[in-house]
């Protein structure tokens, strides 16, 4: 397969028949001029959109009608004669005059509803229309059919294609439109029982990936392949449809810029080919004149290398056909960048010895990972099928459940040295009747309460206020055995309900702590009762995230980085094994909510930041990049202690090793 480009970009058009004169003024000397201002080396451009236009001659679909050029083939050519690829889009889930055209394929509820995002069905058409409101379209009966010969179309249209591009798929996730239901009932499944139609949907979605790759293989054997929405951690049976993966994350509107780390990492560990995708708008897709500035960008973009993805930032081309040259200004300033920092940044190694064994519910890992990256604790993934032995703790979120094999490996790692940190319910079996491994309690049910409040004992307690301190959500009950109590749940006097009630939000505690605790420790397990980090996910309290960070350092006692950032700031410690060097990240930026919008504006500097990092081998020199300017640095054994003399926004520090 071809190597995946490191500097994209994601060209939307989805564009009215109401509007003249589309891509008349395309012109493909200000079309490479847009993409060498911004430094790209790859455009995903469109060959068909969510109004159902084709942007090239067409037989099997329609094109737009005040379209008279191939578009999409000029820019191909445009974009080739330039050295850069350009891949092509094609949009599924999402497609306005195919459901006008072919209403037995747009997806249905099971009570014959129609599915779509934002917007009504029955609107009139006189009505305000609000933003991303579309119908979904599923892959099945005519709908399917032709967009397998639209795809047919595209690879024999363009001989030197790098690749497909599939927008909005495995969306919805349940589907009750006439063509569904029959081939349930020709697979023997019960439209009325909800886990027959989750197995059907996962078996006409792999029939419509299936096929869509196996057109494409016949054409153009290398060329790159992406099924968009097959990214979700929690959705692994989508990982392996791909060529690659593109985690589409928007941080200033959703997700935020916590996300992408743990999604970067899973993907790495699975060996995959990733990239991180944002945008040059100030709010998301489909925005006409938006901006971001040329700080937020380049932030953005160091933050994905910084965990090793390519980068992919969405604009979206004005019907005219021009490209905006302001933004690629902008793109330019973050690729330039980019560029100089490329050799460090992929093809490395993880050092982190803290490995985050994930829930699959994203609140709860997305929680648990913020909470770290605002230490600076950096942590890789861990699996129970692969090997332990390399992590020195493990962390289990909130509702991790385990099989009885997995069970007993993570047992047998803990008898082996290795050290655990349990929440919620994470650890109990699927029953959820009692624990499989040994954290010296027995599991009693979940709270009768809807939140209640947490005294913390010494060392839980560092930094927190020492009285009982609210917790938004009710403890599992255990009960202890032989183990060490942390911390005590003190319980309200009564659930809020009309009938029994006190002030404003939550009923007050009572003076008698429960007789089941908040936190227990048994040798080298620790286990806190609250689902604490969905709840940090939700509400964000530094108390909460402190607790926590209070009982990882029971059992996690030698972090392989340490380093003086406050909590926005992000850390990442990795080794380059081919050039036999170790690489240290440090980024800084405080986003700021406005309105809809988390904006990065102002870029501080920070100064003199300390820095204590593990490594395998003699160190021989602490260069800063991409200044390369060395450093001074003192090791002493597997220790390595500098300080970083400035950093804003993105500092990068090589540590090289004496030649073997």
């Known amino acids: 397969m071809n190597k995946l480009a490191s500097r994209q970009v994601h060209l939307d058009f989805h564009t009215s028949e109401f509007i003249p004169g589309v891509g008349a003024k395309f012109d493909a000397g200000q079309f490479q001029d847009a993409l060498r201002a911004g430094h790209v080396n790859s455009i995903t451009i469109f060959a068909k959109c969510h109004h159902s236009w084709s942007y090239y001659p067409t037989k099997a679909g329609r094109m737009h009608p005040t379209l008279d050029v191939d578009l999409t083939g000029a820019m191909v050519d445009a974009a080739h004669a330039i050295g850069v690829k350009a891949p092509i889009y094609i949009t599924v889930g999402w497609s306005a005059g195919d459901a006008d055209d072919m209403p037995e394929c747009v997806a249905r509820q099971q009570d014959g509803g129609i599915q779509m995002i934002g917007g009504l069905p029955d609107a009139s058409p006189s009505d305000k229309r609000p933003i991303v409101s579309w119908k ?13 010969a639209q795809t047919r179309e595209v690879c024999e249209r363009y001989p030197e294609l790098d690749g497909l591009f599939y927008d909005i798929c495995f969306q919805p996730p349940l589907c009750w439109c006439d063509n569904c239901v029959a081939g349930m009932k020709e697979q023997g499944l019960n439209p009325a029982v909800e886990q027959d139609v989750r197995s059907y949907q996962v078996l006409k979605w792999t029939r419509f990936t299936s096929t869509c790759t196996s057109i494409l293989r016949a054409y153009h054997r290398d060329a790159s392949i992406f099924f968009n929405g097959g990214a979700e ?33 899973y993907f790495a560990a699975l060996g995959s080919s990733y990239l991180g995708m944002t945008g040059k708008f100030h709010t998301m897709w489909g925005e006409f004149g938006g901006f971001k500035s040329p700080e937020a960008l380049r932030y953005e973009v160091a933050s994905m290398m910084m965990y090793g993805a390519r980068c992919s930032i969405g604009d979206q081309m004005h019907p005219s056909g021009l490209m905006d040259m302001e933004t690629y200004r902008t793109i330019g300033e973050a690729y330039r960048y980019a560029e100089q920092i490329e050799e460090w940044c992929f093809d490395v190694e993880e050092t982190a010895t803290l490995g985050v064994i994930l829930s699959n519910r994203s609140e709860a890992d997305e929680g648990l990972t913020k909470m770290l990256l605002e230490c600076q604790l950096d942590f890789d993934i861990a699996d129970p099928e692969r090997a332990l032995d390399r992590f020195e703790t493990l962390i289990l979120p909130d509702s991790v459940v385990l099989n009885e094999e997995a069970a007993l490996r993570i047992q047998s790692y803990v008898d082996r040295g290795g050290s655990l940190l349990l929440t919620g319910t994470s650890g109990l079996n699927p029953g959820k009747t009692h624990f499989q491994l040994d954290v010296g309690a027995a599991y009693q049910g979940p709270s009768l309460y809807e939140n209640d409040y947490v ?24 009960s202890v055995k032989d183990a060490e109590v942390l911390a005590t749940i003190y319980e309200p006097y009564f659930n809020r309900t009309y ?15 429960a007789d089941y605790p908040a936190a227990i420790r048994k040798g080298s397990i620790v286990y806190v009762a609250h689902p604490i980090c969905s709840m940090y996910f939700r509400h964000g309290a530094k108390y909460h995230r ?31 094994r081919s050039q036999e060097r170790y690489i240290l990240h440090l980024t800084y930026a405080a986003p700021i909510q406005r309105g809809r919008t988390s904006v990065i504006e102002d870029m501080p500097p920070l100064h003199d930041i300390a820095a204590e990092l593990t490594v395998g081998s003699r160190v021989t020199r602490a260069t800063l990049i991409p200044q390369g300017e060395s450093i001074p640095f003192v090791q002493s054994g597997d220790t390595v202690k500098l300080t970083v003399p400035r950093v804003q926004g993105h500092q990068m520090v090589v540590l090289e090793e004496t030649r073997r």
Not at 552 to 571: D, E, F, Q, W
Request: proline letters at 8%; charged letters at 20%.
């Open 233 to 265: 951690l929690n959705h692994k049976e989508w990982h392996g449809v791909h060529t690659h993966i593109e985690m589409e994350d928007l941080p200033t509107t959703w997700g935020g810029y916590d996300k992408m780390p743990v999604r970067a990492k």
């Open 136 to 148: 979904f379209m599923c892959p099945s009966g005519r709908y399917a059919e032709l967009i397998y």
């Open 546 to 576: 402190d607790y926590l960070i209070n009982a990882l350092k029971l059992v996690y006692r030698k972090p392989v980085m340490r380093v003086s950032l406050p909590s926005c700031g992000r850390a990442r410690f990795v080794y380059q």
């Open 455 to 478: 005294l913390a004992g010494e060392p839980l307690n560092a930094g927190i206020v020492s009285s009982p301190f609210l917790f938004y959500e009710g403890a599992e009950q255990v």
């Open 499 to 513: 009938g029994h009630y006190c002030s404003h939000q939550n009923t007050p505690y009572g003076m008698e702590p």
